[in-house]
């Protein structure tokens, strides 16, 4: 029998977990901006560029076990408790492997390259594997559940637990083993949170459940993989052969103009994975991604081109006069911010119709062909990365629509200006407003505070203005959004989650 669910329940269910993940995430974002600002002042630029490629493991500690394992589980139709021992028993199978390599690295390969003090803080951070791997079958669980509240609680704990670790140990002296121990001890929250929301399994090695797991899981675990090294062989690079001082203005550009970006449409992955994986054709999740893809835009377009207006402002405002290197590398990383929101949603969609295969060759091109780029555009400086970053992101847009539409009659072009049209319009309008409002504020020698609130406010009614002009049913679309992002009324149904999978067996 399938978990598949009626599009009615699962459009309450994008209404629950939208309302659940976009408090969840703003309060996270507002704690992680806050202490990033602290420690950019407390830490120097180096420091981050050392951390910088320390942080590529515990991105593949959670993503390796989380998509090849987790991922698995939540696509499945149905997902027994043999399914479950397996899946534990393969994370932490994982984690142990993972563990002896890379500490392997660390002592013996990634001095020469990095320098010592960015291995040490590779080896600092090994851990990560062995404290993430037991989380990874109740979050999927809680996944397949739809269980957004108890995911959003999760994942506020962690944010504060990081933010609170990392700002204390920097003031107590600590410099990027500051940030490596902030994001330990969120590891270790969350694991225990997660342990804490659902009913024990235990890890057992089931043959039939772990041949069932890795005909997904594999392809899904090497896509993870892929997409690490595409998202974060800029940093190794920059670091090596550029220093780690230019990583960690260029881990700060990225940071701003694409991971902050990135952090709020984990919304999208977080409730249009499980909810398009329960889905009961193909049709219905294209239409449900569609839309999802239109808000998507329509919601971050416009900050992204006020970032790129207001970057000089911005930068060293928020984080020091020392970071003033990563002004322009953050304009130029803009468009690649833009594209990576898109592609993001394209895998959603890979992942959730059991496309695996596809998500890792195309994972796996987007990578190489972004490294090869970096490498070869390094030696001209920070603005050709940057450049290099926009260009190939914007070309595997293009690609992912490709794969995505691939047996449908749909023409990639037109399905991916469908999706982006409105938001580029309407930034369009943004800019006419924004563009001339900074540079008369700028020759007049108006503050940078005066000048932000102002060119913001003005980029911001023009946009929403234009929304609400060419394109009504978009603007009716985005403030009926909004209206469902409130709380519901008492006499409300509430979205009911589906059985819990673990229970049974």
């Not at 669910?5 to 507002?30: D, N, Y």
């Not at 995911?151 to 940030?179: F, K, M, P, Y």
């Not at 926009?390 to 200006?417: D, I, K, Q």
């Not at 000048?451 to 403030?479: D, I, K, P, Q, S």
Request: net charge positive; hydrophobic share 55%.
């Amino acid at each position: 029998m399938s978990d598949a669910r009626p599009e009615e329940e699962l459009g309450a269910a994008v209404a629950h977990g939208v309302r659940w993940m976009s408090a969840a995430r703003v309060t996270i974002e507002i704690l992680m901006l806050v202490s990033m600002v602290v420690l950019t002042r407390l830490i120097s630029p180096a420091d981050f560029g050392r951390f910088a490629v320390a942080l590529i493991v515990a991105e593949l500690a959670m993503a390796v076990p989380g998509e090849g394992v987790g991922s698995a589980l939540v696509q499945r139709d149905r997902a027994s408790r043999e399914h479950l021992q397996a899946g534990l028993f393969l994370s932490l199978a994982s984690a142990v492997i993972l563990t002896g390599l890379f500490l392997l690295l660390a002592r013996f390969v990634l001095p020469s390259i990095f320098g010592t003090g960015t291995a040490d803080l590779v080896r600092l951070m090994t851990p990560m594997f062995l404290i993430a791997a037991p989380s990874v079958v109740p979050m999927a669980i809680l996944r397949r559940n739809l269980d957004f509240r108890r995911l959003s609680i999760i994942d506020i704990s962690t944010a504060v637990t990081r933010g609170a670790t990392s700002v204390a140990l920097a003031i107590a002296g600590l410099n990027g083993e500051a940030l490596v121990l902030g994001v330990l001890a969120a590891t270790v929250v969350g694991t225990l949170a997660a342990l804490c929301s659902v009913p024990l399994v235990l890890p057992v090695p089931r043959r039939s459940a772990i041949r069932d797991i890795s005909g997904y899981g594999g392809p899904a675990s090497l896509a993870a993989m892929s997409w690490i090294g595409f998202r974060n062989c800029d940093y190794a690079i920059v670091s090596a052969r550029l220093g780690v001082l230019q990583a960690g203005y260029y881990f700060r550009a990225y940071t701003l103009a694409v991971e902050y970006q990135r952090k709020i449409s984990v919304i999208m992955y977080q409730v249009a994975f499980p909810v398009l994986s329960r889905t009961t054709s193909s049709e219905q999740l294209l239409d449900m991604r569609a839309r999802m893809v239109r808000v998507l835009t329509v919601t971050l377009f416009p900050f992204l081109a006020i970032l790129a207006i207001v970057a000089p402002i911005v930068v060293p405002a928020l984080f020091g006069p020392q970071w003033t290197p990563a002004i322009v590398p953050t304009q130029i990383l803009v468009i690649a911010g833009a594209s990576t929101l898109v592609i993001d949603a394209v895998g959603a969609t890979l992942m959730a119709s059991g496309r695996a295969r596809a998500t890792l060759w195309y994972g796996l091109g987007h990578f190489l062909a972004y490294g090869a780029a970096v490498f070869l555009v390094t030696p001209l400086g920070l603005a050709a990365v940057a450049a290099a970053a926009a260009v190939v992101h914007t070309a595997f847009l293009f690609v992912a629509y490709v794969v995505m539409l691939r047996g449908t009659s749909e023409n990639p072009l037109s399905r991916l200006w469908a999706d982006t049209s409105h938001a580029l319009v309407a930034c369009a309008g943004l800019a006419a407003v924004a563009l001339p409002l900074d540079l008369l504020l700028t020759r007049s020698g108006a503050s940078g505070l005066a000048t932000l609130v102002v060119v913001a406010g003005g980029g911001m009614a023009g946009y929403l203005l234009t929304l609400r002009l060419v394109f009504a049913e978009t603007w009716h679309t985005l403030t009926g959004m909004l209206r469902a992002l409130a709380p519901p009324r008492p006499a409300a149904g509430r979205h009911e989650p589906l059985p819990n999978p673990g229970a049974a067996g």
